[in-house]
């Protein structure tokens, strides 16, 4: 049920009625949220209790390509918002346009995280190297696969261009924007 649906019916949504996009994205939103906490709240935990396991796997890591992601999807999520804005001054062609930058934005984080990866693994690091690269490569990889689902998701809203849609999808690549600012430094720099 859209929000526009739920004026019409009487149905409040609450604090959700003034977020933007569907209503739904928000529980979406808040519940990946929470998941994400759990997760990162685990790597804390884990490098607590085992801090030069997770000093030395922190070190294998390579920072520079990281940042450099940091930057892509940051940029990324700029695309995604100027897109929201020509939506809303219903100029659907810029609107694709920019959501098409973001999706492209989005391709170039996925190739770079992949890049780490093969990277990674030819050190020899994988899942089952560590806690420290268990932790690493589920959390990255349950990220990634975000990044993918939020590529599909701008896809589609990107085809009909239309405020509700655009808002939708820019709120879902913002959540996965909001997460890597948060996991980057977690991940690689914070020892």
Known sequence: ????????QG???????DLPGDPMIW???????????????AFIVARAIHPAMFAAGQATLDAHL????????VTSGWAAARGTAAAR???KQAARGW?????????VFIAIKLLEYAGEIAQGNGLETSPFFTLYFLL?????????????????VSRRAEVIGVET??????????????MFPILYLVR
């Open 1 to 8: 049920m859209s929000a526009t649906d739920c004026e019409q």
């Open 11 to 17: 149905t409040g949504w609450g604090i959700l009625e």
């Open 27 to 41: 529980v979406l939103i808040f519940s990946e949220l929470a998941a994400f906490g759990l997760f990162l709240g």
């Open 66 to 73: 990281a940042g450099l992601n940091t930057i892509v999807l």
């Open 89 to 91: 001054a219903r100029r």
């Open 99 to 107: 959501l098409f930058g973001a999706m492209a934005l989005g391709g």
């Open 140 to 156: 990255t990889g349950f990220h990634l696969l975000h990044v993918g689902l939020g590529i599909v998701i701008l896809a589609v």
């Open 169 to 182: 999808g820019a709120a879902f690549w913002h959540m996965v924007d909001l997460l890597w600012i948060v």
